[in-house]
Structure formats: C-alpha cells, structure tokens
C-alpha cells in the first residue's frame, strides 16, 4: 500500500479474533454497527437434519474496510476483542488492496468445504490466469492442480489463500 495515504481513506484491513470460532459472531457485530467486513465461510452440510450450514473457514480470520483511525477505534474505544494483524515488511497494520479483496470474496461465494476454502499452505507458483467464464469471471489469481482438479487461488498480501474448483476452458494465461 501506499505510504503517502491519507488516514481518512478506506482500506481492507486484516484482523484476528481474541477468541477462538467467533469469526461469524464478529461478523455480526460489525455489521450491525454499520462497519463493512468480511469473513471467509464455506458452505456444509448440516450433520442432522437437511441444508446447508456457514463454517468459518479460517479461525479468528476478519477483514474490515475502514479508515485507519476508525479501525484504531473499534478496538480502543469500541473495546471489540480483536487485534490487527502486522505486515511482517513494515509493521504497520496488514492491508489488502480492493481488486484482490473483490476475487477473494467471489471465490468464497461460490466455494463449498468440498472444493474449496482457505489453503493453509502457499504452492509452487504457478501460470498466473484469470478466469474468462462462469461466476467467477475476471478474478485473476494462480492455477493449481490438486488430485487431478484445477483450482485458482487467490492469495492476499501473501499471507492467506482461498481456491475455488475452475474448469480448465474457463482460464486465460495472463502474460
């Protein structure tokens, strides 16, 4: 990000939970308090009964698109148990630039517990590609095969990666 910002812009910015499977619960609460988030759920099956459920898909994982002194805020005066994560580089708090927040997102809205979700682990690089077909349409990440399928991953500042299930039709390389 950009040193020279100005601390009324908005940004993604990277936040953990003080406690453990309270992601959705924050959610909650900051979307009830007006505060634009996200956090990353998978789609499951519910053990009993039918349908589906929402799972967190990375533990005590929060993005939240404020100012900086907002952010600041939420914790010190709002008293919200939480924490901002650091860039390793600066040790400034972790931003993610809008485009790669947006595919992050989509690849969520259409990942299940199956087929996708939070990788733990970054891969070898691979051809970087967008996807040119299908709900995911646009995003741009890497491709990655994995048991004989093709996903595109989408990393944030290099430090958390969701993939979703792509058919190979659907990808462009990008040069």
């Known amino acids: 990000m950009s040193s020279n910002s100005s601390p009324q812009q908005k940004h993604w910015y990277v936040g953990r939970t003080r406690y453990f499977r309270k992601e959705i619960q924050m959610r909650d609460l900051l979307t009830e308090m007006g505060v634009e988030n996200f956090v990353?759920?998978?789609?499951?099956?519910?053990?009993?009964?039918?349908?589906?459920?929402?799972?967190?898909?990375?533990?005590?994982?929060?993005?939240?698109r404020t100012d900086k002194v907002s952010a600041c805020a939420l914790i010190t005066e709002r008293h919200l148990p939480m924490e901002w994560m650091q860039d390793c580089a600066t040790h400034c708090m972790l931003q993610v630039p809008d485009k790669q927040m947006e595919d992050f997102q989509r690849v969520f809205s259409v990942a299940t517990l199956e087929e996708g979700g939070i990788l733990t682990e970054a891969f070898a690089p691979g051809d970087a590609v967008q996807v040119t077909e299908g709900p995911l349409r646009g995003v741009e990440g890497n491709i990655v095969e994995d048991a004989g399928k093709i996903y595109v991953v989408v990393g944030l500042a290099g430090s958390v990666f969701a993939r979703a299930m792509v058919p190979k039709a659907w990808l462009k390389i990008m040069r």
């Open 40 to 64: 990353p759920t998978l789609k499951t099956r519910r053990t009993r009964g039918k349908g589906m459920a929402e799972k967190a898909a990375a533990p005590n994982l929060v993005f939240v």
